[in-house]
């Protein structure tokens, strides 16, 4: 097998997947996955991961045994693979296993696999367990033995280093390829030098590919980074049963991270989110999406402190819980947004007098200024619930609740459904809606329905809307994220 000429015709640029379709092959010999692993570094992950595995060893910085045996000296054996390994810094518990015959010359043919083993503990950072086992029987197996107690007993266990975890099996399970298939299922970690110099600063995980073996070993390694401080979990729908599994190893491995965002997030436990949550101490910027599985639940539990967060973006009856859990609480807290439904989730309360518990009066109670904008879900008939809004307001509005509604400075509408036909009209009732929010700065409107307008014909409507509501402080309007021109306002 030419190495050479498979380099010149592009090898480095084919994917692993190609890659181990041709390797992982039983017809390849070990000396030509060895001999691939020493050409370059990134074929040398790849390479040696799969020779590796041809000798038992699916996670070596786990667990790694070693078989020494009356072999040529220069035959390649799991030892010689490891002692080449970039991708082994520490080894968790090494297993030596002599299956000698026991005969004069098995002295010379100790020593020589000890001389070997030795190298390789110079190289590692850490061992954690040494344990050698010999079943043979002969004249020099008491001497033997006797050496290498003592040759243990010296060797000192100088871990543990990086703390590696082993993510391909547990203790009545073992991850392994379907048959057939090959033997290679190792993603080395990220290397050192990587680490060292490294520019990942955010992680987001679509997939719950990143969240099971072998791929996990990378997910630790990104997480376990130093300067990799914001994650965001999206479109994940697990069994409910895994997710603390799941947050067990973010927070093990990332309890420095400073901004955690969920959305579209399936099948969650508040009590599994409350406790991951819990665990990151350093979090300064929470976002939970509306669209979270468990955020709506009634009995969400009981609420850890939360002392770093600075900016928090939840649904309204999460919020709610997590200021009537703290009402000396959140000491650092500065921007508060605010996921509402039009109906039946505690809006109304920005715009009445109410003696219920709400989050205007518990903001009041803090006795601290925010930065509070509302995201507002309009649902399909807006125009009759805005002026209910209206009629119940009028003359309602005491001195004490307009110093709320000053706080609120970011007004966002998303229309998620089309528009009933007999609906009031929002040109009628929208501009006096709008302006029961005097102190509005920003206003931003979302159609997430095929049914509505375009952004063009929306425009237009916010611009008239805008003219008729009388608001001076506003300063910039959006429309699906385009900035409307000022001077049509």
């Known amino acids: 097998m030419m190495f050479g000429t498979m380099s010149s015709s592009g090898i480095y640029h084919l994917p692993n997947e190609l890659l181990t379709h041709i390797f992982d092959h039983p017809d390849v010999p070990n000396e030509s996955l060895f001999n691939l692993a020493l050409t370059s570094r990134s074929l040398h992950y790849f390479a040696l991961s799969i020779f590796l595995a041809r000798f038992n060893i699916s996670a070596p910085t786990e667990r790694s045994e070693l078989i020494f045996q009356d072999n040529p000296p220069h035959t390649l054996d799991a030892l010689s693979g490891l002692r080449i390994a970039l991708f082994v810094p520490s080894i968790k518990t090494l297993l030596c296993r002599f299956e000698l015959i026991g005969d004069a010359g098995e002295y010379d043919i100790v020593m020589r696999h000890m001389r070997r083993l030795h190298d390789l503990m110079l190289k590692l950072t850490a061992v954690e367990n040494v344990k050698f086992v010999d079943n043979s029987k002969g004249p ?56 060292a110099n490294g520019v990942l600063r955010s992680l987001t995980i679509q997939s719950i590919i990143f969240i099971v073996p072998p791929v996990l070993h990378w997910t630790t390694s990104v997480l376990r980074l130093p300067f990799m401080t914001s994650l965001h979990l999206m479109n994940l729908s697990i069994n409910r049963k895994c997710w603390p599994a799941v947050f067990t190893l973010i927070a093990d491995n990332a309890p420095h991270l400073a901004e955690l965002r969920l959305s579209r997030v399936r099948q969650l436990l508040p009590v599994d989110l409350l406790r991951f949550l819990a665990r990151l101490p350093k979090l300064k910027t929470l976002h939970l999406g509306r669209d979270v599985d468990c955020i709506d639940t009634f009995d969400l539990g009981r ?27 959140l000491p650092q807290l500065e921007t508060l947004m605010i996921v509402y439904k ?81 609906d009031v009209s929002l040109a009628s009732v929208l501009p006096k809606w709008l302006a029961l929010f005097f102190g509005l700065r920003h206003l931003a409107i979302k159609t997430q329905s095929k049914g509505l307008p375009n952004a063009r014909a929306i425009t237009a409507l916010m611009a008239q809307i805008l003219r008729e509501a009388g608001l001076a402080e506003i300063s910039s309007v959006e429309v699906n994220g385009v900035v409307v021109d000022s001077q049509t306002y």
């Not at 033997?144 to 082993?166: C, E, H, Q, T």
């Not at 203790?171 to 680490?195: C, D, M, Q, Y």
Request: hydrophobic content about 40%; overall charge positive.
């Open 342 to 422: 039009l109906r039946n989730d505690g809006l109304s309360h920005w715009l009445r007098r109410s003696s219920a518990s709400s989050i205007p009066i518990l903001l009041q109670e803090q006795q601290r200024q925010l930065t509070v904008s509302l995201i507002i879900h309009l649902w399909n008939s807006p125009g009759w619930r805005m002026l209910e809004d209206l009629e119940s307001a009028a003359g309602a509005l005491f001195d004490s609740e307009r110093r709320e509604l000053d706080n609120i400075t970011t007004l966002t509408l998303v229309f998620d459904s089309e528009l009933e036909s007999d």
């Open 140 to 195: 020099f197996s008491r001497i033997k033995k006797k050496l290498l107690a003592k040759w243990r007993s010296n060797v000192v266990a100088f871990g543990p280093g990086d703390g590696w975890i082993d993510m391909l099996q547990g203790e009545n399970w073992k991850f392994s390829r379907a048959s057939g298939t090959g033997s290679a299922v190792v993603l080395t970690p990220i290397s050192s030098s990587a680490r």
């Open 303 to 329: 609420f850890p402190d939360f002392p770093c967060p600075v900016s928090l973006h939840a649904p309204a009856g999460w919020v709610f819980k997590l200021l009537s859990s703290q009402r000396k609480g």
